[in-house]
Structure formats: structure tokens, C-alpha cells
């Protein structure tokens, strides 16, 4: 496997992780913080979520800069890092580009 394909399945890992952390966050962590009294949450899923979201971006720049991503492609992947949800749209829709860049790279080898 190539290393275009390795990025783009740790992004798509790493979108999952960063999604699933922000929906903690915002659904469980900061309403019991302000309902129910209880900081320690967003003491633990902010710092969580900090980490995750800063490794989506560093490798979402990683791949930017091997030229993988079309301008609007790259505003698309950049912005589900502040819209809950948006995390698991992107790693469907990366994993049909992982399946495709795949598939591509089979026929150019000759592997298919």
C-alpha cells in the first residue's frame, strides 16, 4: 500500500475519533457542566478533544501537502472539525476516496 492510501485512512480514523470526542463534549461533558454542576467532564473530554482534533489537522495538512485535496475538498475536511456529526460524513466520504485512489493505483501498477 502506498502512502497517499496510509494518510487517507488515518484520517479517516482520525475524523471518527475527533467526531466521536466533539459529540462527548458538547452532548454529555458541557451539559452536565452547566446542568448538573459538573466540570470535571469538560476537564477531561476538552483536553481529549483538543489532542484529537489537532492530530486531524496535522495529518488533513500532511495530505494537503502531498496535493491530494482540491481547494473546496480541503474547506470541506477543515470545517467537520466544528460541526458535530460532520467528522463521520467526511470518513465515509474518505474512505470512497481511499477505495478509489486504491482501485486507481491497482490498474497503474497492473495489479488489476
Given at each position: 500500500?502506498?502512502?497517499?492510501?496510509?494518510?487517507?485512512k488515518l484520517l479517516r480514523i482520525l475524523a471518527m475519533i475527533e467526531?466521536?470526542?466533539l459529540i462527548f463534549l458538547l452532548?454529555?461533558?458541557?451539559?452536565?457542566?452547566?446542568?448538573?454542576?459538573?466540570?470535571m467532564g469538560v476537564s477531561v473530554m476538552g483536553p481529549i478533544h483538543g489532542v484529537a482534533c489537532l492530530m486531524y489537522a496535522w495529518v488533513l495538512l500532511a495530505t494537503a501537502s502531498l496535493g491530494m485535496w482540491k481547494s473546496k475538498e480541503l474547506w470541506r475536511l477543515a470545517l467537520s472539525l466544528v460541526i458535530p456529526f460532520g467528522?463521520?460524513?467526511?470518513?465515509a466520504w474518505i474512505a470512497k476516496t481511499a477505495d478509489g485512489a486504491e482501485l486507481f493505483a491497482m490498474k497503474a501498477t497492473g495489479g488489476l
Open positions: 500500500m502506498n502512502r497517499d492510501l496510509e494518510f487517507l467526531a466521536t470526542t452532548g454529555i461533558a458541557v451539559p452536565a457542566k452547566h446542568i448538573g454542576g459538573y466540570g467528522g463521520f460524513v467526511n470518513a
